[in-house]
Nanobody
Framework: QVQLVESGGGLVQPGGSLRLSCAASGSIVSIYSMGWYRQAPGKQRELVAT???????NYADSVKGRFTISRDNAKNTVYLQMNSLKPEDTAVYSCNAEVLTGTLLRVPFWGQGTQVTVSS
């Protein structure tokens, strides 16, 4: 089994910054892509950013230039640095990892989510 544990969410004023972390642990042979998604109340979950094992990145247009995704392969951890936060960034942020497990199956896993609230 594989677990993803997020941290770093919270309440921040507009224009502020937060850094989210997501650490994967368990029966992991390797991790392919990792990413962050978010879901605001009454809306569908949307992609925020993804990063491959080769560190190629992809961002939603709404966060380009403000958010930066990175990963530490040695720690099986993905980060999301969020700057210039806006009220519309308020959502539950969840991380995702596509994992090659110890049983040699390629499986997507999700974290439990962390709340990010941008408000004055």
């Amino acid at each position: 089994q594989v677990q993803l544990v997020e941290s770093g969410g919270g309440l921040v004023q507009p224009g502020g910054s937060l850094r989210l972390s997501c650490a994967a642990s368990g029966s992991i042979v390797s991790i392919y892509s990792m990413g962050w998604y978010r879901q605001a109340p009454g809306k569908q979950r949307e992609l925020v950013a993804t990063i491959t094992s080769g560190t190629s990145t992809n961002y939603a247009d709404s966060v380009k230039g403000r958010f930066t995704i990175s990963r530490d392969n040695a720690k099986n951890t993905v980060y999301l640095q969020m700057n210039s936060l806006k009220p519309e960034d308020t959502a539950v942020y969840s991380c995702n990892a596509e994992v090659l497990t110890g049983t040699l199956l390629r499986v997507p896993f999700w974290g439990q989510g962390t709340q990010v609230t941008v408000s004055s």
